[in-house]
Nanobody, 124 residues
Framework: QVQLVESGGGLVQAGGSLRLSCAFS????????MGWFRRAPGTEREFVAQ????????SYADSVKGRFTISRDNANNTVYLQMDSLKPEDTAVYYC?????????????????WGQGTQVTVSS
């Protein structure tokens, strides 16, 4: 059974940075596409970024391109989301997700393992 534990959330001022981490356990990390999603209050969960494990491919939501960077450390079973130039509209609970796959551009419903989420709050 795959387990995902997010960390690194918090309160930051607009323009600041945070780095989220997601620790993966339970299976071979280097066979999973990993993703980050977020849900702001009163909204649906939305895609943020994802990364494959082979021939590393990246995908980002338009709203975060150029500001967020997804990366993974296969030796330490961890995926990261570096968030720079944060805006108040980035305030949300951020979720890590995993799917046994080599594909990129997976849909939210394709991911079958989810973490509990970590709160990110950006003040104006």
């Amino acid at each position: 059974q795959v387990q995902l534990v997010e960390s690194g959330g918090g309160l930051v001022q607009a323009g600041g940075s945070l780095r989220l981490s997601c620790a993966f356990s339970g299976r071979a990390f280097n066979t999973y596409t990993m993703g980050w999603f977020r849900r702001a209050p009163g909204t649906e969960r939305e895609f943020v970024a994802q990364i494959t494990w082979i021939e590393i491919k990246l995908s980002y939501a338009d709203s975060v391109k150029g500001r967020f960077t997804i990366s993974r450390d296969n030796a330490n079973n961890t995926v990261y989301l570096q968030m720079d130039s944060l805006k108040p509209e980035d305030t949300a609970v951020y979720y890590c997700a995993a799917k046994f796959s080599i594909l990129i551009d997976l849909k939210e419903d394709d991911f079958n393992y989810w973490g509990q989420g970590t709160q990110v709050t950006v003040s104006s």
